[in-house]
T-cell receptor, first 114, second 111 residues
């Protein structure tokens, strides 16, 4: 069964901390994405990557960075966590050139910044 | 104005009813359309995919795309309590392009 695995289901961090959210996929997908999901706002794209060591800004990149050193791993970094970054974070992957497969999502990490 | 608009609901219907979920969009370049289902405390999962206009059926689910009206729909026949979830529409203009999601409609099927 294909999988996108996010390292933590729940995280509580303090304001100002540097936070790492890890995502690993086992499907050899080229594309990987980080979204945050908030009530009433839906899914908003933070960063995405179409290949190793490549990254592109999504709609709300401020306060975040990413790293993709290996094809299967895409990390989201909150440089200095703030309370407005409390959210559900979803990682997804997809194969290049096959939109019919859609995105495969992880189960999400619910991050609370206090 | 958002590129993709979706009624957030919540929507409650009795078991066995036909459910209609809808999205409108403003970008005429969109040509890849999807519906995702998201259960509580889970990530979204792909339910239906449609390219360009037309209908697609898969079991109790039918996806419709009307590009002239910039309107897509998902119909669920003989709805079941297990269909209770949030349904998100998503679309893109190019194969390589990132998806734009609707905000999701929360659906509850009442036994």
């Amino acid at each position: 069964d294909v999988k996108v695995t996010q390292s933590s289901r729940y995280l509580v961090k303090r304001t100002g901390e540097k936070v790492f959210l890890e995502c690993v996929q086992d499907m050899d997908h080229e594309n990987m994405f980080w979204y945050r999901q908030d009530p009433g706002l839906g899914l908003r794209l933070i960063y995405f990557s179409y290949d190793v060591k490549m990254k592109e800004k999504g709609d709300i990149p401020e306060g975040y960075s990413v790293s993709r050193e290996k094809k299967e791993r895409f990390s989201l970094i909150l440089e200095s966590a703030s309370t407005n970054q409390t959210s559900m974070y979803l990682c997804a992957s997809s194969p290049a050139g096959h939109p019919n497969y859609g995105y495969t999502f992880g189960s999400g990490t619910r991050l609370t910044v206090v | 104005q958002k590129e993709v608009e979706q009624d957030p609901g919540p929507l409650s219907v009795p078991e066995g009813a036909i459910v209609s979920l809808n999205c409108t969009y403003s970008n005429s370049a969109f040509q890849y359309f999807m519906w995702y289902r998201q259960y509580s405390r889970k990530g979204p999962e792909l339910l239906m995919y449609t390219y360009s206009s037309g209908n697609k059926e898969d079991g109790r689910f039918t996806a419709q795309v009307d590009k002239s009206s910039k309107y897509i729909s998902l119909f669920i026949r003989d709805s079941q309590p297990s269909d209770s979830a949030t349904y998100l529409c998503a679309m893109s203009s190019e194969v390589r392009e990132k998806l734009t999601f609707g905000t999701g409609t929360r659906l509850t099927i009442i036994p």
